[in-house]
């Protein structure tokens, strides 16, 4: 089965920090990557998303992410936080040969300390 | 404009009880769909999804099970609840490939 590992559970950052939080998913093949952010009390939201082209995607609030096929890896960052950052957010795969399971990774939950 | 809706958003159900959690979209068809349970720390685990009605496939063996007599409708269900049932359920959507997926408001079960 196909998975996605989000090695950092927590981050804590103060405002201006750069951030990188990581994701690795299993398999080869064509992928199409997310990354999604839920602020507190709220609901899922998407923050940017890979299907094909250039490796790096700009999202929404100045993210951006990128993907290294070799790596198996879809690293996203920011070149410095705000306090408004503080959400938990969520690296997501689809693995086109894997009919049309979308599968998460744990969760990283970021915390900017104003 | 495509909208999902989930209901109810909270749910206090006691245990041995049946479940019955509703999810529509409006707006598409022939949406792929998706059932999660959220936890903290552990992300969201992919329950069911389907790729249109009657067909559901199942990620991980449970106390659960999916339905969907409708194109645009997929109900999660169970017939006797457990404690470890508790959690925060969310319906997702998405269309054909090379699309991302919109999520509903949840629901916030609890098993008493």
Same mark, same amino acid.
Do not use: D, K, P
């Given at each position: 089965a196909q998975s996605v590992s989000q090695h950092n559970h927590?981050?804590? #950052?103060?405002? $201006?920090?750069s951030l990188e939080l990581g994701c690795? *998913?299993? *398999? &080869? &093949?064509?992928?199409? #990557?997310f990354w999604y952010v839920q602020y507190p009390g709220q609901h899922l939201q998407l923050l940017l998303k890979y299907f094909s082209g250039d490796p790096l995607v700009k999202g929404i609030k100045g993210f951006e992410a990128e993907f290294i096929k070799s790596k198996f890896s879809f690293n996203l960052r920011k070149p410095s936080v705000q306090w408004s950052d503080t959400a938990e957010? !969520?690296?997501?795969?689809?693995? =086109?040969? $894997? /009919? =049309?399971? #979308?599968? !998460? /990774? /744990? &969760?990283?939950r970021l915390m900017v300390k104003p | 404009s495509q909208t999902i809706h989930q209901w109810p958003a909270t749910l206090v159900q006691p245990v041995g009880s049946p479940l019955s959690l509703e999810c529509t979209v409006e707006g598409t068809s022939n949406p792929? #769909? *998706?059932? *999660?349970? %959220?936890a903290a720390g552990r992300g969201l685990q992919l329950l069911f999804y389907s790729v249109g009605? &009657? %067909?559901?496939?199942s990620e991980v063996p449970q106390n659960l099970s999916a339905s969907r007599p409708q194109d645009r409708q997929f109900i999660l269900s169970s017939k006797k609840l457990l404690l470890s049932d508790s959690g925060f359920y969310l319906c997702a959507w998405r269309g054909g490939m090379n699309t991302e997926a919109f999520f509903g408001q949840g629901t916030r079960l609890t098993v008493v």
């Open positions: 927590h981050v804590i #950052l103060s405002e $201006a920090a690795n *998913y299993s *398999y &080869g &093949g064509t992928v199409n #990557l957010y !969520f690296c997501a795969v689809i693995h =086109n040969n $894997a /009919g =049309n399971m #979308l599968t !998460f /990774g /744990g &969760g990283t | 792929n #769909l *998706y059932w *999660y349970r %959220q009605i &009657g %067909q559901i496939s």
